[in-house]
């Protein structure tokens, strides 16, 4: 028997291209009003689609590390098949098949970012051993990749409970492709660049992850939902953690050009912001934060919280 949800989310993919197709079609036998209308009725529901899709892709999550190739963001293609996700089942009971599908979606973008940051703390890992780090810093990194494959594993998972869909992770092209390049005079030394990631996508960002996940946590009414973000906040927290220890290590190593640079993050710290994102239609933030996406609003208060605490701690380091 075929899933119900999974011919919701075909119907909804494919009858754009086929209405706009059919609009064609029409026009072309000389139907010109019923024609255009079909056009129409298909570019919207495409534009609906990509809108959707366009916004749950913004929405802030517990999200890790990020991995960044050449000053960019990455994260896995999609893929259907096995091997990244594990047994974790929510309570899917009641819900909407749209609703299932933002659910889905969602939890899909949170999966991509945690499995992305797989290969970050790889690539972290490799620049503090060419630095001369410690072994307790280059344990820490390889321990936090292996919480962010369970993280990645349970939010597969999720998705493809919610969406009816068997997603995987599938090639990050772009990692067989980075090479060194040689840096611009504006990014400093190896220590500069060090410092100010491990505050911004460390310090900041996996600082964030930590409430973020902490604060939904104590909002959703579903038990695996709850258990996995109390999970993801501890290991995030941990995480932070360790970019503060990165960043000790730099300014013991890296003198005053790492001094430096953590001065200049601080300033930067301001910009990071998080985007005022538009509603989705058929849900609402009560059934959101319900199901484990913190509303808006609290992200950024939390957002705000998490960057006077930043900065008073990189002040006194």
Not at 7 to 17: E, K
Not at 105 to 132: C, I, N, Q, T
Not at 152 to 159: D, G, K, P, T
Request: proline share 5%.
């Amino acid at each position: 028997m075929v899933n119900p949800i999974v011919l919701f989310v075909c119907f909804i993919v494919l009858s754009g291209p086929v209405l706009i197709v059919a609009g064609i079609i029409d026009m072309s036998k000389g139907s010109g009003t019923r024609g255009g209308i079909l056009t129409v009725l298909g570019a919207s529901t495409m534009g609906l689609v990509y809108w959707a899709y366009s916004a749950i892709s913004h929405m802030n999550f517990s999200k890790g590390r990020v991995l960044r190739l050449k000053g960019r963001a990455r994260v896995a293609r999609r893929a259907l098949g096995d091997g990244w996700a594990d047994d974790a089942t929510p309570d899917i009971e009641g819900l909407t098949p749209w609703q299932r599908t933002v659910l889905g979606e969602a939890w899909l973008y949170s999966a991509g970012m945690e499995h992305a940051s797989v290969p970050a703390f790889a690539k972290l890992s490799l620049k503090l051993s060419a630095m001369g780090a410690p072994s307790e810093l280059l344990e820490a990194c390889h321990l936090a990749a292996l919480d962010e494959v369970r993280h990645a594993r349970r939010c597969f998972a999720l998705a493809r409970a919610y969406s009816g869909l068997p997603w995987s992770a599938g090639m990050i092209p772009e990692l067989s492709q980075d090479r060194p390049q040689r840096p611009s005079p504006a990014e400093g030394d190896d220590w500069s660049r060090l410092v100010r990631g491990s505050l911004l996508d460390g310090c900041l960002g996996e600082g964030l992850a930590a409430s973020v996940a902490a604060e939904v946590s104590r909002r959703a009414s579903d038990p695996v939902i709850r258990e996995t973000l109390a999970v993801i906040a501890e290991d995030e927290g941990r995480h932070a953690e360790l970019a503060w220890d990165v960043i000790a290590f730099a300014l013991e190593r890296g003198g005053g050009t790492a001094k430096q640079a953590l001065r200049q993050a601080l300033d930067a710290l301001e910009t990071q912001r998080s985007p005022s994102l538009p509603s989705i239609p058929g849900v609402d933030e009560a059934f959101l934060a319900r199901n484990g996406v913190l509303p808006q609003a609290e992200l950024g208060r939390l957002m705000e919280e998490c960057i006077q605490r930043t900065r008073a701690r990189a002040s006194s380091s």
